[in-house]
């Protein structure tokens, strides 16, 4: 098991997190690869308990507060949230709307890694995606009307599979592909990243590559 996971499960432990804030600090953790496909649908469904949601929404904005070495944190967030505003309950956006300074102002990150890259150029990308997919009604609108559509043909062929005997059977579908595929396949980006599938590649814009520098936090 990774140090990093070890030191995340014990952070855990110590500040007594939920399992909605465990679900959010692991799928915005530093380590260098993609938040995971299942884990940010498991979250976008846990939006619509009220006291998840909250818990949820707390952690993501104390991610994105986070800077230097940390980028991954504020990035994978951005990613995350504009997952779940497409996907999860509508009281994402709307707390966004209501917080998009927050957003914004990221889009003046600053981070160089030892190797002279600027790590920065991620998430101030994502920023300013997110500011324009949350001033825009229609389009938002349009985008998680999409999405939520896909997810209700993605569970329909998860459940076939499954009555079938090639499939365990899941109610949620693995939504999140080409978010994951978007963080990791990118122009020089390390092959183990590559290999995501494209069915919902259409749900989000693509962003930036961000390139995967190791980081021990």
């Known amino acids: 098991m990774p140090s990093s996971t070890i030191r995340r499960?014990?952070?855990?432990?110590?500040?007594?997190?939920?399992?909605?804030?465990?679900?959010?600090?692991e799928s915005t953790s530093n380590d260098p690869w993609g938040?995971?496909?299942?884990?940010?649908?498991?979250?976008?469904?846990?939006?619509?308990?009220?006291?998840?949601?909250?818990?949820?929404?707390?952690?993501?904005?104390?991610?994105?507060?986070d800077h230097g070495k940390n980028w991954r944190h504020v990035y994978k967030a951005l990613t995350l949230l504009d997952y779940l505003i497409k996907t999860g309950s509508e009281?994402?956006?709307?707390?966004?709307?209501?917080?998009?300074?927050?957003?914004?102002?990221?889009?003046?990150?600053?981070?160089?890694?030892?190797?002279?890259?600027?790590?920065?150029?991620?998430?101030?990308?994502?920023?300013?995606?997110?500011?324009?997919?949350?001033?825009?009604?229609?389009?938002?609108?349009g985008e998680r009307s999409q999405a939520l559509k896909t997810k209700e043909r993605m569970a329909q062929v998860?459940?076939?599979?499954?009555?079938?005997?090639?499939?365990?059977?899941?109610?949620?579908p693995n939504l999140s592909t080409s978010y994951s595929e978007e963080y990791g396949r990118s122009e020089g980006s390390p092959a183990s990243y590559?290999?995501?599938g494209e069915t919902l590649a259409y749900i989000l814009k693509p962003a930036p590559p961000p390139v995967l520098a190791h980081s021990s936090a």
């Open 194 to 196: 590559h290999g995501f």
């Open 158 to 172: 998860s459940t076939g599979s499954s009555q079938m005997g090639f499939g365990r059977g899941s109610s949620q």
């Open 35 to 65: 938040p995971s496909s299942s884990l940010m649908s498991e979250i976008a469904d846990l939006t619509y308990n009220v006291v998840a949601f909250s818990e949820i929404m707390s952690m993501i904005w104390k991610r994105l507060n």
């Open 91 to 141: 009281r994402v956006a709307l707390q966004c709307k209501e917080n998009i300074f927050a957003i914004q102002t990221l889009k003046d990150f600053q981070f160089i890694d030892r190797d002279g890259k600027d790590q920065g150029i991620n998430v101030r990308e994502k920023s300013k995606q997110l500011v324009v997919l949350l001033k825009d009604e229609e389009r938002l609108k």
């Open 9 to 25: 499960q014990m952070k855990n432990m110590v500040n007594n997190y939920s399992d909605a804030e465990k679900k959010v600090r």
